[in-house]
Nanobody
Framework: QVQLVESGGGLVQAGGSLRLSCAASGGTFSRYAMSWFRQAPGKEREFVAGIIWSGGRTYYVDSAKGRFIISRDNAKNTVALQMNSLKPEDTAVYYC????????????????WGQGTRVTVSS
């Protein structure tokens, strides 16, 4: 059983930056693909970024490309999402998720989830 705990959310002005972190415990972290999803009020949960077990390949939703960077540290059992040039439309609760094998963009294919951290971007 893997436990995930996110941190780093908050309120930021448009154009600013935030760094989200997710700490994992209870499993062999390096066996899991890790992803960040977000859910805005009234909207479905959407894939934001993912990273394979080794960190050697990353994936992003189009709206995050060039602004967000996902990274992982298997020695520390952490995954991070550096968010730059934030926009009001990035406002959402951000979730860390884990699954075996490959990164996918479908929330139901992830076995483990954190509790979420709220990001609010003011205009």
């Amino acid at each position: 059983q893997v436990q995930l705990v996110e941190s780093g959310g908050g309120l930021v002005q448009a154009g600013g930056s935030l760094r989200l972190s997710c700490a994992a415990s209870g499993g062999t972290f390096s066996r899991y693909a890790m992803s960040w999803f977000r859910q805005a009020p009234g909207k479905e949960r959407e894939f934001v970024a993912g990273i394979i077990w080794s960190g050697g390949r990353t994936y992003y939703v189009d709206s995050a490309k060039g602004r967000f960077i996902i990274s992982r540290d298997n020695a520390k059992n952490t995954v991070a999402l550096q968010m730059n040039s934030l926009k009001p439309e990035d406002t959402a609760v951000y979730y860390c998720a884990a699954r075996r094998q490959i990164v996918t963009t479908t929330p139901s294919e992830y076995q483990y989830w954190g509790q979420g951290t709220r990001v609010t971007v003011s205009s």
